[in-house]
């Protein structure tokens, strides 16, 4: 079975401009999330779709950071524009349902933002 | 409100002993436990988690933890450490929104 998958797996880009990156689920999973991961801490949600409606975005930096998921599959996580602080690691994951506080998460490599 | 405590930042140990890595965690209801552990370079993958029932549970690469609700506890135990056991290892509680919230994460060394 296919894990999550994620691209671009690097990216090098100036304060000011914009990055965009891609997540496809596992087939099947209805539930995907965003998290950030700065150097040295824990995982942080910044979003979570069921299917392709959002259950959480409490913690998305609204004014710079957008994500999409239009056919309850692949998901876009959109930075515009870029600031030094969001230098991290772009975590995707998915599990099969929302509804059970119990379901196993299965994450993606990563995507690995440098803002210079 | 949620929180996970990973107490050590870092751990080293020999290659061959014992392990165990902390996890406090605070949530007024019955939690949802987890371990993660995260290769250099790599996403998350999960080691064990706990939903009810045994407290002792079982997980793979050899790794047990075990719940303690009197001290709000998760410790992830390994009888025997191999060098590939290097690693960061996080605990992460789930909420009753299905939220998962992280611990700051343990960085193994495991010395030859």
């Known amino acids: 079975e296919a894990g999550v998958a994620q691209s671009p797996r690097y990216k090098i880009i100036e304060k000011r401009q914009s990055v965009a990156f891609w997540c496809n689920p596992i087939?099947?999973?209805?539930?995907l999330y965003w998290y950030q991961q700065i150097l040295g801490q824990g995982p942080k949600l910044l979003i979570q779709?069921?299917?392709?409606?959002?259950?959480?975005d409490s913690q998305l930096p609204k004014d710079r950071f957008s994500a999409e998921r239009l056919k309850g599959v692949d998901s876009t996580l959109k930075i515009q524009p870029a600031k030094l602080e969001d230098s991290a690691v772009y975590l995707c994951?998915?599990?099969?349902?929302?509804?059970?506080?119990?379901?196993?998460?299965?994450f993606g490599e990563g995507s690995w933002l440098t803002v210079v | 409100a949620q929180s996970v405590t990973q107490p050590d930042i870092h751990i080293t140990v020999s290659e061959g002993a014992s392990l165990e890595l902390r996890c406090n965690y605070s949530y007024g209801a019955t939690p949802y436990l987890f371990w993660y552990v995260q290769s250099p370079g790599q996403g998350l993958q999960l080691l064990l988690k706990y939903f009810s029932g045994d407290t002792l549970v079982q997980g793979i690469k050899g790794f047990e933890a075990e719940f303690k609700r009197s001290q709000s506890s998760f410790n992830l135990r390994k009888p025997s450490v191999h060098w590939s056991d290097a690693a960061e290892y996080f605990c992460?509680?789930?909420?009753?929104?299905?939220?998962?919230?992280f611990g700051t994460g343990t960085r193994l060394k495991v010395l030859a």
């Open positions: 994951a998915s599990s099969l349902v929302l509804g059970s506080a119990g379901n196993t998460i299965y």
């Open positions: 779709f069921q299917n392709n409606g959002v259950v959480d």
């Open positions: 992460a509680v789930a909420t009753g929104t299905y939220k998962y919230i």
């Open positions: 087939s099947g999973h209805a539930t």
